[in-house]
């Protein structure tokens, strides 16, 4: 029987993360769980192909939009399970244990534990805020993704949005999320660079504007300014 998880990291100019991630993802190649890696790329400038081939990794290019890249590495995906991660997010050892016991829920979607790479009260909260707006049903795609195909298919996957994919898909999984004790260490170098509350207060306004019903496009233009 085939292993049942394929692997979909969204990529663009990733080749200072990608190891790390791809490397932490070993762990579930040993234990039997991982049937293939998708990597969705955007149009990167840098090393992300050429590591991506290294690692043996199922390649696809298209439009750099992270809704466009997501759905379309889902739709090339062959295994019973998709674990979506981004680049520079980092599974902590002995997450197999309970993504294993997990893949008999096949009607629940899993996400896990934020935990930024730098200390600090900043990442503290922020991490904080991140895992408890997850128990309410609102976790954002640096948490990670473990969810069936099945269940995937039915809710309708992906949008191809340039901004809000994750919430989007949360949304429609609504009473079946839950979280698992994993831990997803992903990088605070935005939140370094822009000031953990500024970057905090901004990401809650464009929630709050993307509930209001604004327009995606828009969206994605005022946040990357």
Partial sequence: MPAPITIIIPTLN????????????????????????VI??????????VIAQAWGAIVIEGSATRGGQLRRGCDVAKGDWLLVL???????????????????????????????DRTGIGA??????????????????DQGLLISSS??????????VPLMEDVALARAL???????????QTSADKY???????????????LGRYFAGADTTKLSESYRR
């Avoid at 309970?98 to 979607?109: G, I, M, P």
């Fill in 14 to 37: 990733a080749e200072s993360s990608l190891p790390d991630c791809l490397t932490a993802l070993m762990e579930g190649l040993e234990a039997g769980l991982i049937r293939e890696l």
């Fill in 40 to 49: 969705s790329d955007g149009g990167s400038q840098d090393a992300t192909g």
């Fill in 86 to 116: 981004h680049a520079d997010t980092v599974l902590q050892p002995g997450w197999t244990k309970e993504v294993q016991a997990h893949l008999s829920k096949r009607d629940r979607a899993a996400w896990f534990h934020l935990r930024f």
């Fill in 124 to 141: 503290q909260v922020v991490a904080g805020w991140a895992n408890l707006r997850s128990r309410f049903g609102l976790p954002y795609g």
């Fill in 151 to 160: 269940l995937y298919a039915r809710v309708g996957g992906y949008p191809d």
């Fill in 174 to 184: 609504k009473g079946r999320l839950v979280g698992l004790d994993v831990v997803a």
């Fill in 192 to 206: 370094a660079r822009q000031g953990w509350i500024k970057r905090g207060v901004r990401n809650l306004w464009t």
